[in-house]
């Protein structure tokens, strides 16, 4: 794994946080570099084995879809280039084709998540209740079924290692006030219908995504961190798509299906994974990035 990057080092910034995948580093008191390193989580912990080259494939389908979508919301990116900010060789290679400089912002304390389809913890909780995070939805629904419509589901943010919990609407406004989960739920729904139209026309189904948004000091609402990737979303080849069964994805699901299937508790040290894993993942991460971004934009 000696091309993966599983830890970064540009000890020219501070580093001022780590988390599952990202590490942040301070350029000064409005920008961040934000750095996407090979390391993959599952089940909220972060896995001892890298996916080498995932990072880039990361960073480049996010800049894809925020230069995009820059009509809905304005998003984090600047015209600053690492360029302007490392100054050691080895640090630029480091960075180069993962990091971007992204203004400074105070993230909302919510995830912002959109489901077009019944799947995960959205169909177990249809199993229980008839809804999905307190939206009733129609008798009957088999697993992986479309929706009628595509459902606003926020989340809480857990920290590293611990599990984010699916709250209402009504919670999260409690948490950053009505007006503003209102405008959240309003962007996310435009965000997901925009991209779902591109991502079907390549032949990739989004099933759902989650967003993350921050304030700028003006308290305006700007979209961060990352946009429709695989680790963020549910990406499904359309042409294997049938309701009653979750197909195979395009994303980390195909990790996380491999860590049921050998029984591992989801609360011990994580396994490392077998070298035709990380393969098959790096495959069907950089197939996700081929079909989206084939011809260049939206």
Avoid at 76 to 95: C, F, G, K, M, N
Avoid at 191 to 217: C, M, N, P, Q, W
Wanted: charged letters at 25%; aromatic letters at 8%; proline letters at 7%.
């Amino acid at each position: 794994m000696t091309d993966a990057l599983f830890d970064s080092q540009l000890h020219s910034l501070r580093r001022l946080y780590s988390g599952k995948v990202r590490d942040i580093y301070e350029v000064d008191d409005r920008h961040v570099l934000l750095l996407a390193s090979d390391r993959l989580s599952a089940f909220d912990r972060v896995l001892p084995t890298p996916i080498p080259g995932k990072g880039k494939i990361l960073t480049a389908l996010s800049n894809f879809w925020f230069e995009g979508t820059r009509h809905i919301v304005e998003n984090h990116l600047t015209s600053l280039l690492i360029e302007d900010v490392l100054h050691d060789p080895q640090e630029r290679a480091e960075a180069a084709g993962r990091a971007v400089v992204v203004q400074r912002l105070d993230p909302l304390p919510i995830e912002a998540i959109v489901r077009g389809y019944l799947v995960g913890s959205g169909w177990k909780d249809y199993q229980r209740t008839g809804a999905v995070c307190g939206i009733p939805l129609p008798q009957g629904l088999r697993e992986g079924e479309r929706l009628p419509e595509p459902i606003f589901t926020p989340s809480t943010k857990a920290p590293t290692g611990s599990h984010d919990e699916n709250i209402s609407f009504e919670q999260a406004a409690e948490i950053v006030g009505f007006e503003r989960m209102e405008q959240v739920r309003s962007i996310s729904l435009e965000l997901y219908r925009v991209a779902t139209d591109h991502a079907r026309s390549r032949g990739i189904i989004i099933a759902d995504t989650k967003f993350e948004f921050g304030l700028d000091r003006d308290g305006r609402l700007l979209l961060m961190d990352e946009l429709f990737t695989p680790d963020s979303s549910r990406f499904w080849p359309a042409d294997a798509y049938s309701p009653g069964h979750t197909p195979p994805s395009f994303d980390k699901q195909y990790v996380r299906d491999y860590l049921e299937s050998i029984g591992w508790d989801k609360n011990s040290t994580p396994p490392e994974l077998p070298p035709e894993i990380v393969t098959n993942t790096v495959e069907k991460y950089h197939d996700a990035l081929l079909r989206l971004t084939a011809e260049g934009s939206l």
